[in-house]
Nanobody, 117 residues
Framework: VQLVESGGGLVQTGGSLRLSCAAS????????MGWYRQVPGKQRDLVATITRGGSTNYADSVKGRFTISRDNAKNTVSLEMSSLKPEDTAVYYC????????????WGQGTQVTVSS
């Protein structure tokens, strides 16, 4: 199973970006999917998660600014980010709980988001 993220980049404060992540490979289905972020020297933190049924959970710091969504038919998850702040600068990783012979958590390679002040 591979997760490939896209959509990162450089944006000014107050701007918007959309991140996408596509899962490929052999599996039965995907349970929860999510986005996490990490800055150098710090732990990887939750940004948002979404269940297969569409229930969402957000970090307090992004509530009202970020929206997570998924397309179960395409095995993709997206993160719409608006009103971006310099403190949102990080490497963003998607993950997916994938069901095959067993259920395992997979991670993407990460995509850099930089918000300039």
């Amino acid at each position: 199973v591979q997760l490939v993220e896209s959509g990162g980049g450089l944006v000014q404060t107050g701007g918007s970006l959309r991140l996408s992540c596509a899962a490929s490979g052999r599996f039965f289905s995907i349970n929860a999917m999510g986005w996490y972020r990490q800055v150098p020297g710090k732990q990887r933190d939750l940004v948002a998660t979404i269940t297969r049924g569409g229930s969402t959970n957000y970090a307090d710091s992004v509530k009202g600014r970020f929206t997570i969504s998924r397309d179960n038919a395409k095995n993709t998850v997206s993160l719409e980010m608006s009103s971006l702040k310099p403190e949102d600068t990080a490497v963003y990783y998607c993950n997916a709980e994938v069901r095959y012979v067993a259920t395992r958590l997979f991670w993407g390679q990460g995509t850099q988001v930089t918000v300039s002040s």
